[in-house]
C-alpha cells in the first residue's frame, strides 16, 4: 500500500512541477473586483434582510425561505472575511483586517482568532495529528476498533448527520467559537482580539434586537446563521472527507499531495460557485491561500493540469459521503460504519 502511495505522490508532482510559477500569476489581488465583490454580497444581503424584517409579521415560512437564500450571500461575505484573514482580498494588510474585521458582525465569526486557526489547517491539512483543527474531526479505524462501547455510542452520535449538519454548526458557531479552546504559545494578543470581537458581536446583536425588536430580530438573523452554519459545515466536510481523500501521519506527509489529494473541486453550477466564492475549487486554494476567491476560477480553467489528479464531486455525488465515517489507513479511504463492522465481522471468521 505504501508503494502505492508513493507512486501516486510522485505522479502529483512529475504533473505538476512547476506548480509554484502556475500559481504565481493568480495571486495578485485586484482592487476593483475586490470591491465589486463586496458590493454584490452586502448589496443582496442587506435588501434581502430589510425583506425577511418585514416578511416576519406576513408568513413565517417566507420569512425562513429568505433566510435559506440569504444564508448564501452570507457565505459569500464569510468567504471574503476568510480572504482577508489569508491577506489576500486586497493589497494593502490594514485594508484587509478592517473589511475581514467588519464582516464578522456579520458572520459572527471573531475575524484574528478564525483566520489563525484556519491557517494552522492549511499548513497541516491532512495530517492525522491535527485533524481536529480547522476541520470537523474524525477516527482511524484502529481508533474506532480500540473504543469501548461507551466510547463508539458517543463517536457514532456525533458523526450521525443530523448532528454533525444540524446540532454541531450551533454548537460551533453559538459556543466553541466564544472561548479559547485553541490557544497555542504567544496567543495572548489573538484570546484577546477574539473576546473583544466577541463582546463587540454580542453589543451589536443586542443593539440590533432593541432597535428592530428581539422577535423579529431572533427569527431572521437566528435563521440565516442557523443555514449559513450547515452550509458551511457540509462544505467543511465534502472539501477534504471525500472517499480517497489525503490523510497522513506527519512523517510521511506531502504538502502538494494534501492540496491535490485532500481538498476537492466541487462541481457546482456557476451561480453556486458565484455564491460561495469559488471555494468548491479548493485544491487550488489549498496549493496557494494567497490567491483571492476570485481568481480560483480562472486559474482552474486557464491550467488544466491543476484538475488532472484532484477528485470532482457533483452535488448529487457529495450526498453519500456523510457515510463516510472512519479513515481506513490500510485502504487509504474513508469507510462507512457498516463497512468497518462488516470487515470486523470477517476478521472474526
Known amino acids: 500500500m505504501q508503494v502505492n502511495i508513493q507512486n501516486g505522490v510522485d505522479d502529483i508532482h512529475q504533473s505538476l512541477k512547476n506548480w509554484k510559477t502556475i500559481i504565481s500569476q493568480y495571486q495578485k489581488a485586484n482592487t476593483w473586483r475586490a470591491i465589486g465583490q463586496l458590493f454584490s454580497s452586502f448589496g443582496p444581503f442587506l ?4 425583506a425577511m424584517y418585514f416578511s416576519v409579521e406576513y408568513s413565517i415560512w417566507l420569512t425562513l425561505a429568505l433566510g435559506m437564500v440569504n444564508a448564501f450571500f452570507l457565505v459569500r461575505i464569510f468567504i471574503i472575511q476568510h ?3 489569508h491577506y489576500s ?3 494593502k494588510r490594514k485594508m484587509n483586517d478592517a473589511i475581514g474585521f467588519v464582516c464578522s458582525f456579520f458572520s459572527s465569526i471573531p475575524y484574528t482568532y478564525w483566520a489563525r486557526v484556519h491557517s494552522f489547517h492549511h499548513g497541516h491539512t491532512g495530517q492525522l495529528e491535527h485533524r481536529d483543527i480547522g476541520d470537523i474531526d474524525f ?3 484502529g481508533e474506532f476498533r480500540k473504543l469501548n462501547a461507551w466510547g463508539r455510542f458517543k463517536y457514532r452520535v456525533f458523526r450521525n448527520p443530523v448532528v454533525l449538519f444540524l446540532i454541531l454548526p450551533m454548537i460551533y458557531l453559538g459556543v466553541v467559537l466564544r472561548m479559547p479552546r485553541i490557544n497555542f504559545p504567544g496567543w495572548s494578543p489573538i484570546i484577546r482580539k477574539q473576546q473583544i470581537n466577541n463582546l463587540l458581536i454580542l453589543a451589536a446583536y443586542v443593539g440590533l434586537g432593541f432597535l428592530v425588536g428581539w422577535k423579529a430580530f431572533l427569527i431572521v ?5 442557523f443555514f449559513f452554519g450547515i452550509i458551511a459545515f457540509w462544505f467543511f466536510y465534502v ?3 471525500h472517499d480517497h481523500t489525503y490523510m497522513q501521519w506527519s512523517k510521511n506527509w506531502d504538502y502538494l499531495t494534501a492540496a491535490i ?7 457546482l453550477p456557476r451561480f453556486m460557485h458565484f455564491l460561495t466564492g469559488n471555494i468548491g475549487y479548493h485544491h487550488i486554494h489549498h496549493l496557494s491561500s494567497r490567491i483571492p476567491n476570485y481568481n480560483l476560477r480562472r486559474c482552474a480553467k486557464e491550467n488544466p493540469v491543476l484538475q488532472r489528479h484532484v477528485t470532482k464531486i457533483t452535488f ?6 456523510m457515510f463516510n465515517k472512519l479513515w481506513d489507513e490500510e485502504k487509504q479511504r474513508m469507510i462507512s460504519f457498516r463497512e468497518f463492522y462488516r470487515g470486523e465481522g470477517k476478521l472474526a471468521a
Do not use: E, M, N
Open 47 to 50: 435588501a434581502l434582510w430589510v
Open 83 to 85: 480572504d482577508c484573514g
Open 89 to 91: 482580498f486586497l493589497g
Open 139 to 141: 477516527l482511524t479505524v
Open 221 to 225: 438573523q437566528g435563521s440565516i446563521i
Open 239 to 241: 472539501q477534504h472527507q
Open 261 to 267: 489529494k485532500g481538498a476537492t473541486f466541487y462541481k
Open 316 to 321: 448529487l455525488q457529495s450526498l453519500p459521503l
